[in-house]
C-alpha cells in the first residue's frame, strides 16, 4: 500500500479518500544555523526501556529540532507525523499515523477500517489494530507526534494514551509537547518507561550558544555569549531572533535578546530589534501572510493582490528567516510555528483590519484550486459566514462518507455556536440527520426543532428545493407515523434534483411505507429498485440494510433460499466497505445470524448477533423505523439461540422506542406479538446477551487505561453510576474483575481480539 501525497492538500489518497499532507509525514530539513545536540540524542538512545518519550517545554526550545536529529542520526527507525488542528478528528489522526508507519514499512489496509459513529471505539479496537502493525513490522520503529499540544479532542488523546500503553516490545512513542502530554504518565513512571526531558534539558550553554551564532554567521566572544545565556536563560528561540536581528543590520552587543520566552517581550523584541531591521515591504509580506498555515506562490499572490510571491518565499528561506521548505521542489512553505504566532500578532497590532480580507483571499484562491476544506478553514476565519455555511454543505456528506465524522461534528458545532442555523436550513438537516445517525436523540431533536421553524422557500444550488430537503428529513426520520412518512417521501421525490445523493433514500422510505402498512409484495419491488439507486449513488452501506430487509421479507414468506442470497449479498457489501462498525450494519448482522441458524452454523449466527450488539447503543428513536426493524430481528436471533434473556433485553429497547414514537404501522404490533411469545417463554438465565445499552456503551471503555472516574467524564456520568453498570456487567459476563470482563467480551466477540 503506497499512497500519492504532497505538500499541500492532496487530491486522492487510497486508504481513507480523504486530503492529506505529505510534509506532516516528514521531519522539517535541517537548517544551517541548526546547532547539533549529540548528548540529547544520546539520551534518547540511552535508554532501552524507555518505550514513550515525552519532551515538554515552552515553544522555542528545539523539541522539533531534537527529535529531527533523533530521527536522522539515532539508532531507531523513525515515523514522522507533524500534528495540527485538523487531526482532532480520531479518523484523520488514526490515517495519519498508519500512513507514518506505511513509510518505514508497509502495514495492513485493515488498520484504515472505519470505527463506529458515535463511539470511543478508536481509543480501544482501532489502537490496537495500529499497535499490531507496529509489532508485526520486521524491526522496531518510533513513531513520533510532533506539536500534540493541538490534540484537544478528548478521543483523539485518548487514541494517543491507548497507544503509550499497548506499544509493543521494542516500539516506541516519541511525543513532543508545550503542554502536559497526552499519556497516563503516573503509570508510565512506575512502569520505568518513560523518559521525560523538559525546558531545562533543553536549554543551551555557553558553548551551544556560541556554535548558534556562529552558525546563523554571527561571532561573538565567549562572556558575551554567557552573557546572552544569561538574560535567555537558554532558550534557543532567544539566542536565534538575536542573530537574526544582528544579521539584519545590528552591530555586535547593540541587540537586546528577550528574556527566556515571555510573550510580551517577545513580541516587543520582534518589533523593535527584528522588523525595524527588515525593509518595509519584507515585513509586510512576513505579516500579511502570516495567515496562512501553509503557502506557495500562487496562494501568497492570491493572498497580497501581486506577484513573485514564489520568489520571496526562496529568498527568505535562504536568509533563515524561520521559513520551512515542505518539499524537496520548494514550492511549498510554512514559519516556524512560534514565529508565526509572532507575526501574526505583531498583523493584529499593524492592520488589524487586514487580517479578514486576507483570509477571504484565501479561502477564494484554495476554493478555485479545488482545496474545499481549505477554503473553508479561511472563509471562517475571514468572517464570511454565508460561504461557510455553503462549503460546510457541499462537504458534510462526502466528508462523512469518508469516517470523519467529529470534523463533520465540529463544522455542525461551529454553525450552533455562530448562531447560522436559521440562514442555513440545509444544513441544518444534515446537523438533525448527523446527531440521529449517531444514536443522539436529544441534539437531533434540538436541530429538528430549529428545522421546524423555518420557512421551506427557496431552491439550492444543486436545483433541489428547500421544502423538499425538509420533506426528506422528515420522511428519514419517521416521527409523525406512515401515513405523514409517506406523503413526506412524495414531496420530496417531487423535489429534490434528478443527481441528489438523497432519492435512493426517499426510494427507500416509500419502500418502508409499503411494509409498515403490511403490504410485503409492494414493498418488496420498491426497496430492490432502491438497492439499485443506493449502489449506483456509492452508498453501499445503506444498500446493504435494503437488502436485509429484503431478505426478512423473503424470511416472512418462509423462503430462506432467497433470504440466505440476500443477506450473504448485503454481509458482502459491509465486509468490502469496510462498514460492519456502522449502524446501517445492525439489521444485516442481525439477519446474518438468523439466516445462520437456519443453515445450522451456530457458530456464525453467534458472532453476527455480537457484531450486532455491538451497535445496539446507536439504534434510537431518533431513526425509529430502521432501529425498531434491526432490533426485532435481533430478537428473533437470540431466540433461535434459545437465549431469552438476550431477546427480553432487546425486546426491551424496541418497546421504549415504540413509546416514543408509537406510530410505525405493524412494527408496533410485531413489538406486542413479541412480547407476548416472550412472556410464556420459561426465562433464561442472564448472559452477555442482556447487557443494556448503557452497558454496551461502557463496554469499549472497559478495555482502556481510564479509570472509572475518568470514564464517567467522557460518558457525562458520574464515578458510581459506571462503576454500577461495570459490577452489572461483570455479573452478567459471570466474572469478577475488570480483566476478565474483557478477556470474556473478546471471546464473545463484544470486543475486537
Known amino acids: 500500500m503506497r499512497h500519492q501525497l504532497a505538500a499541500g492538500p492532496s487530491k486522492s489518497w487510497t486508504g481513507a479518500g480523504f486530503d492529506l499532507f505529505d510534509s506532516k509525514l516528514e521531519p522539517p530539513s535541517s537548517r544551517p544555523a541548526i546547532v547539533p545536540r549529540p548528548a540529547l540524542v544520546n539520551r534518547l538512545d540511552a535508554l532501552p526501556r524507555a518505550s514513550v518519550i515525552a519532551i515538554t517545554a515552552p515553544a522555542g526550545y528545539g523539541k522539533t529540532t531534537l527529535l529531527t536529529q533523533w530521527a536522522a542520526h539515532g539508532s531507531a527507525r523513525v515515523a514522522w507525523l507533524s500534528l495540527d488542528e485538523r487531526d482532532n478528528d480520531p479518523e484523520i489522526l488514526l490515517a ?17 477500517r472505519r470505527r463506529s459513529p458515535g463511539s470511543f471505539s478508536i481509543a480501544s479496537t482501532a489502537v490496537l489494530r495500529l499497535t499490531r502493525a507496529m509489532a508485526s513490522m520486521q524491526a522496531p520503529v518510533a513513531l513520533v507526534l510532533d506539536h500534540a499540544e493541538v490534540l484537544h479532542n478528548p478521543v483523539c488523546r485518548d487514541a494517543v494514551a491507548e497507544l503509550s500503553v499497548h506499544l509493543p516490545p521494542g516500539a516506541q512513542l516519541a511525543i513532543a509537547t508545550r503542554e502536559t502530554p497526552p499519556v497516563p504518565l503516573v503509570q508510565l513512571r512506575t512502569r520505568g518507561v518513560v ?63 528577550p528574556f527566556a520566552g515571555d510573550d510580551r517581550m517577545v513580541a516587543e523584541y520582534l518589533r523593535s530589534e527584528l522588523l525595524e531591521r527588515l525593509s518595509p515591504d519584507q515585513v509586510t509580506f512576513l505579516t500579511r501572510t502570516s495567515v496562512l498555515d501553509r503557502m506557495c506562490g500562487p496562494m501568497c499572490d492570491a493572498v497580497l493582490e501581486g506577484e513573485g510571491s514564489a520568489e520571496i518565499l526562496r529568498s527568505l528561506e535562504d536568509s533563515n528567516l524561520l521559513l520551512v521548505a515542505l518539499d524537496r521542489r520548494r514550492e511549498w512553505y510554512r514559519y516556524h510555528h512560534l514565529f508565526r504566532d509572532l507575526l501574526h500578532a505583531e498583523l493584529e497590532r499593524r492592520e488589524p483590519e487586514r487580517v479578514g480580507p486576507l483570509h477571504l483571499r484565501a479561502a477564494t484562491w484554495a476554493d478555485e484550486q479545488g482545496y474545499r476544506e481549505l477554503a473553508l478553514e479561511h472563509a471562517q476565519r475571514g468572517g464570511d459566514t454565508q460561504r461557510a455555511a455553503d462549503l460546510i454543505l457541499a462537504l458534510a456528506q462526502p466528508t462523512w462518507a469518508t469516517g470523519r465524522i467529529d470534523t463533520v461534528l465540529r463544522w455542525m458545532d461551529w454553525i450552533e455556536r455562530e448562531g447560522l442555523i436559521e440562514q442555513s436550513p440545509a444544513v441544518a438537516v444534515h446537523g438533525a440527520l448527523i446527531y440521529a445517525l449517531l444514536g443522539r436523540p436529544i441534539d437531533a431533536e434540538r ?68 411494509l409498515l402498512e403490511g403490504n410485503p409484495a409492494a414493498a418488496d419491488s420498491v426497496l430492490a429498485h432502491a438497492v439499485d439507486a443506493a449502489l449506483r449513488s456509492g452508498a453501499a452501506p445503506f444498500a446493504a440494510t435494503i437488502l436485509a430487509e429484503r431478505a426478512t421479507i423473503a424470511i416472512d414468506r418462509d423462503d430462506w433460499t432467497e433470504a440466505g442470497v440476500l443477506s450473504d449479498r448485503a454481509h458482502e457489501l459491509v465486509r468490502e466497505s469496510a462498514f460492519e462498525d456502522y449502524w446501517t450494519s445492525a439489521l444485516v448482522f442481525a439477519v446474518a445470524s438468523r439466516v445462520a441458524c437456519r443453515r445450522g452454523d451456530i457458530d456464525v449466527a453467534r458472532e453476527n448477533v455480537a457484531r450486532a450488539t455491538r451497535l445496539r447503543p446507536l439504534l434510537t428513536y431518533a431513526l425509529p423505523v430502521v432501529s425498531v426493524f434491526a432490533l426485532l430481528e435481533l430478537a428473533q436471533a437470540y431466540i433461535a439461540l434459545a437465549d431469552t434473556a438476550g431477546a427480553r433485553e432487546v425486546l426491551r429497547q424496541a418497546q421504549d422506542i415504540v413509546q416514543q414514537r408509537p406510530n410505525l404501522g405493524v412494527l408496533t404490533k410485531r413489538v406486542e406479538d413479541l412480547r407476548a411469545r416472550l412472556d410464556v417463554i420459561r426465562a433464561g438465565s442472564l448472559g452477555a446477551s442482556s447487557l443494556t445499552t448503557a452497558e454496551l456503551r461502557l463496554v469499549p471503555l472497559l478495555q482502556t487505561h481510564l479509570t472509572f472516574p475518568e470514564i464517567g467524564e467522557r460518558l457525562h456520568l458520574s464515578r458510581h453510576t459506571i462503576k454500577t453498570q461495570a459490577i452489572s456487567i461483570y455479573q452478567k459476563l459471570g466474572v469478577s474483575s475488570r480483566s476478565e470482563a474483557i478477556d470474556r467480551m473478546r471471546d464473545i466477540g463484544l470486543l475486537d481480539s
Open 447 to 514: 436541530w429538528v426543532t430549529a428545522v421546524e421553524r423555518l420557512p421551506a422557500e427557496g431552491t439550492l444550488d444543486d436545483g433541489s428545493t428547500l421544502e423538499s430537503y425538509f420533506a426528506y428529513l422528515r420522511a428519514t426520520l419517521g416521527r409523525n407515523g406512515v401515513d405523514e412518512m409517506r406523503r413526506d417521501a412524495e414531496i420530496a421525490s417531487g423535489g429534490l434534483s434528478p443527481a441528489s445523493p438523497y432519492r435512493p433514500t426517499m426510494l427507500h422510505a416509500a419502500g418502508m411505507c409499503d
Open 195 to 257: 523518559l521525560e526531558l523538559g525546558a531545562a534539558d533543553l536549554a543551551m550553554d555557553t558553548a551551544d550558544a556560541r556554535a548558534l551564532l556562529a552558525n546563523a554567521g554571527v561571532h561573538v566572544a565567549p562572556d558575551a555569549a554567557a552573557s546572552l545565556v544569561e538574560r535567555t536563560e537558554g532558550w534557543p528561540a532567544g539566542l536565534y531572533f538575536g542573530a537574526l536581528a544582528l544579521n539584519a543590520g545590528g552591530e555586535e552587543g547593540a541587540v537586546e535578546v
Open 96 to 112: 495519519y499515523a498508519a500512513a507514518a508507519l506505511d513509510r518505514v514499512e508497509p502495514v495492513d489496509p485493515e488498520i484504515y
